[in-house]
């Protein structure tokens, strides 16, 4: 079971590699869980948005661009518009999900936290 919880469509892979992957970030300590709660309400929102059984060969640039308008006007929660860097943020996420290996870019751009451990 994947740790989308809504939806039992077409995303489940998208959106639950990347979070497993995420949680994986989690549990050595490269991100909080804070982060991973973030990319958890993210990924539900794009699903909701977009609809979940839609095949990802069906997306288009202005998908991208009106769940961008909808996080300015009301945000994740439906009730405030996000502000440059939350919006910056959930940006990063909805395009995480679509490499086709997130932790392949790892070696080439350490996290900041990565660095300070270990440079």
């Avoid at 077409?10 to 973030?38: C, F, H, K």
Wanted: hydrophobic content about 40%.
């Amino acid at each position: 079971m994947g740790l989308l919880r809504a939806h039992h469509g077409l995303w489940d892979s998208y959106a639950n590699r990347y979070l497993t992957y995420q949680m994986g970030r989690v549990l050595t300590g490269e991100i909080t869980p804070r982060w991973l709660e973030d990319c958890l309400r993210t990924a539900e929102h794009f699903v909701k948005l977009i609809g979940a059984n839609r095949p990802v060969s069906d997306l288009l640039p202005d998908d991208f661009c009106r769940y961008r308008q909808a996080l300015l006007r009301r945000g994740l929660s439906g009730r405030k518009g996000l502000g440059v860097h939350a919006l910056d943020r959930s940006v990063v996420v909805v395009r995480a999900m679509f490499l086709p290996c997130p932790h392949a870019l790892d070696s080439f751009q350490p996290g900041i936290r990565w660095n300070r451990r270990h440079g």
